[in-house]
């Protein structure tokens, strides 16, 4: 079956950096564009980031354009997020998900599997 498992997060000071990974597993990796959104408490959840197939596109939220970083590795079956210059706003539980439905690169509809999410806590 489909499994996306989400490490990295933790509790970081304002302008320092973390790293995420996803490690996916259940279907060609390959495949698929992937992608990375946030949900703070009382909010939606929001794209963040996401990465084709091949690697060669990707794609952010304006809010974290310029300083995250999405990035995979084919052979590892894994996706990637580099955060720098984080802000006490891009505190929240980060989700990976894989892109198997039509539709736009920032939609939750485009998406159909997700892992369990981490947390991100970004103190100012």
């Known amino acids: 079956q489909v499994q996306l498992v989400e490490s990295g997060g933790g509790l970081v000071q304002a302008g320092g950096s973390l790293g995420l990974s996803c490690a996916a597993s259940?279907?060609?990796?390959?495949?698929?564009?992937m992608g990375w959104f946030r949900q703070a408490p009382g909010k939606e959840r929001e794209f963040v980031a996401a990465?084709?197939?091949?690697?060669?596109?990707?794609y952010y939220a304006d809010s974290v354009k310029g300083r995250f970083t999405i990035s995979r590795d084919n052979a590892k079956n894994t996706v990637y997020l580099r955060m720098n210059s984080l802000k006490p706003e891009d505190t929240a539980v980060y989700y990976c998900?894989?892109?198997?439905?039509?539709?736009?690169?920032?939609?939750?509809?485009?998406?159909?599997?997700w892992g369990q999410g981490t947390q991100v806590t970004v103190s100012s």
């Open positions: 998900s894989r892109q198997g439905n039509g539709g736009g690169n920032k939609y939750t509809s485009s998406y159909d599997y």
């Open positions: 259940g279907f060609r990796f390959s495949n698929y564009a």
């Open positions: 990465i084709s197939w091949s690697g060669g596109s990707t």
